[in-house]
């Protein structure tokens, strides 16, 4: 390539050599005429270009209305019709003046070689400007093989990060099915290995890329490198604990969990965070290195298969017969809809303390995210099955006998006869009586 150009070169000297001497012979005026018939055609050249690309312009930007469509991305409009247009438009602009530029620049440089006395500097301009077209064209066509292969490279990479996207997406809509490997698993798994393929592939191709041994490419990847690991260690623990968290399967959209302190439905849950939404509407964003961090309680997990067990804890005096609180517990938990039937709700007297019996009322749901208007109904109806039994709920001090005053328990639920008792005997718990 670089042989061409000079011989070129050597070309173009040596016509003008010959050229020249044969009008300096008929004398100056000549030169003369034939400068001003040189400008006469640069200025034609000039006038047909900017009339040409006046009129492309102009056709173009005659035709965005209804004709070139906007570019969108979804609901978003990037550029509209008129700006592509205008785009064109400046571009075919910027070409004008290069050609101008080029134009000039030849004129220039074939006028000063038709008078002896700037001969030298057109020589000088001509050979700038074939030894810059000349090293531009020189490295594109040494360039040639390396980009060749970074076509290769990038090409290969493309059609196998296409092929594994439709690989996992088959196992995502569970069209294919791996052993151990769950559906939910597949997206993850498959962003995970594009960025290693991306890297990798950029691994490859960096002894192709123009530039790479200059000190300023090699300074400015420096530079980013240590950028990146400075100001990103937060940002790749929490990456980290994301992916982990993916593949704990801790977690799904829509289940009901506590994250140490925080109670709600998992919403979106992400590379870096995870979002909770409350039962009182708040969202909550956890860093997923917090997460990781801190226990996590799935109350969804097992409920739809074998159904979470939701429990509740009164106390009650000795003097109420243990079948009776059983059998209230029980009843005021089969009246919620949400409540299944089987497995039988249960209870379980948890503590036999010095003055009253804990009771808790065990009971099965499907509905896991529904649990505070569950508990919400299964306390309204304890109290009902209670009250209307004349049973209060109490956690008593002493066991005593009636002095007059009337039970803590509602009018509605007492009978419209009752009389409370008389008598003032009373029976002290034994740490009252040992005071």
């Known amino acids: 390539m670089k042989e061409y150009l000079d011989a070129i070169n050597n070309f173009i000297f040596n016509t003008l050599n010959n050229f020249l001497p044969a009008i300096a012979d008929r004398g100056y005026l000549l030169i003369l005429i034939t400068a001003v018939v ?25 035709l965005h209305f209804g004709k070139i469509k906007s570019v969108k991305l979804q609901n978003l409009e990037i550029l509209s019709g008129e700006q592509i247009a205008l785009v064109i438009g400046k571009t075919f602009n910027w070409f004008r003046y290069f050609c101008f530029i080029i134009i000039f620049y030849l004129y220039i440089n074939l006028i000063f070689s038709f008078f002896p006395i700037t001969r030298g500097i057109s020589a000088a301009l001509l050979t700038h400007f074939i030894g810059a077209v000349g090293f531009v064209l020189l490295a594109i066509w040494n360039y040639i093989p390396n980009l060749l292969t970074l076509i290769v490279i990038f090409a290969f990479g493309f059609y196998l990060m296409k092929l594994m996207q439709r690989f996992f997406k088959g196992i995502e809509e569970e069209n294919i099915s791996l052993s151990g490997f769950y559906p939910e698993w597949a997206s993850p798994t498959n962003t995970i ?18 530039g790479k041994d200059s000190p300023a490419f090699q300074a400015v990847a420096i530079f980013l490198g240590v950028v990146g690991s400075l100001g990103s260690t937060g940002a790749v623990s929490n990456a980290v604990a994301g992916i982990v968290l993916t593949y704990m399967r801790a977690f799904n959209i829509g289940d ?63 003097d109420v017969p243990w079948k009776l ?15 299944e039937q089987t497995p039988h709700p249960f209870v379980l007297q948890t503590a036999l303390d010095d003055f009253y019996v804990e009771y808790e009322i065990n009971a ?8 505070a208007v569950i508990y919400n109904e299964l306390h309204r109806n304890i109290q009902d099955k209670f009250h209307e039994a004349g049973i209060e709920i109490a956690s008593p001090g002493l066991m005593a006998l009636r002095d007059g005053n009337k039970p803590n328990i509602p009018d509605e639920y007492l009978p419209k006869d009752y009389n409370p008792p008389k008598t003032l005997m009373s029976f002290i718990s034994p740490s009252k009586k040992s005071e």
């Open 38 to 62: 040189a400008t006469i055609l640069a200025g034609i050249i000039i006038i047909i270009i900017r009339g040409i690309t006046k009129f492309l312009e102009n056709k173009i930007l005659s």
């Open 193 to 210: 290995l594009r960025i290693l393929i991306f890297a990798l592939l950029i691994i490859v191709a960096f002894p192709y890329l123009p």
């Open 256 to 318: 009901r969990v506590q994250i140490a302190d925080t109670m709600g439905d998992i919403v979106e849950k992400s590379v870096f965070v995870t979002r909770i939404k409350t039962t009182k509407n708040v969202e909550i964003t956890v860093p997923n290195a917090m997460v990781l961090n801190n226990h996590i309680i799935n109350y969804s997990t097992l409920a739809e298969t074998e159904g979470l067990i939701l429990h509740s804890k009164v106390t009650i005096g000795y």
């Open 325 to 339: 609180v059983h059998d209230l517990l029980i009843r005021a938990a089969n009246e919620i809809e949400a409540i």
């Open 364 to 371: 099965y749901t499907k509905k896991a995210n529904k649990m």
